[in-house]
């Protein structure tokens, strides 16, 4: 029975080395694959489909939502959701949800009605309008990002500020009256 024993002995580490080695290379191919997913993925976000320097993405047309139908009795959610669509014609983002035009008669009209209101979040919004009413936008993607915190945003996070040219392409897509579809 030792001699039966003896000869298994070396079957078995046999066995253990191949299985060793087997998944190994199991573990090799995986990291492999996901390896080469997770390039595909990156360089594929990174590709921007850009047209004479504009990112055709972001200026594409988003169908503008009828002018800001608020009120002084609208709620703090409706004035931030117009505020939030306002800022997709300047910013970077990965999902732009509708879009209404800045103007300055728009933001006086939201600055009276916030002012107007006890909303909880009453400084931050006439904070970000004041600037805006001044005409200064180089924080407009930082504001996008307060007004989507506020209103629990998940998906669309601004990453950036647009440069001029794609702006002008952001409001010629979805501003102009050739582009204005009639709900």
Known sequence: MKKG???????????????II??????????????SMQLIIFFNDREQ???????????KNIQEEKPSEVTADSTEDEV????????????????????????????????EIVSANNYPNKEKMLGILENWRKGNFKKV???HNVIWSIQD???????????EKEQEAFKKNNFTQENQTDD
């Open 22 to 35: 087997l998944l190994f290379f199991i573990l090799l191919i995986t990291l492999i694959i996901y390896g």
């Open 141 to 143: 993607d930082e504001d």
């Open 153 to 163: 945003g998940n998906i669309g996070k601004a990453k950036g500020i647009m440069s």
């Open 5 to 19: 024993a003896a000869i298994m002995e070396p079957a078995t580490k046999n066995s253990k080395k191949i299985g």
């Open 49 to 59: 489909v850009t047209k004479d320097g504009v990112n055709l993405q972001q200026t």
């Open 80 to 111: 931030l959701n117009v505020m939030n669509k306002m800022t997709h014609q300047f910013v970077i983002a990965d999902d732009k949800w509708g879009a209404i035009e800045m103007t300055p008669e728009r933001i006086d009209q939201l600055i």
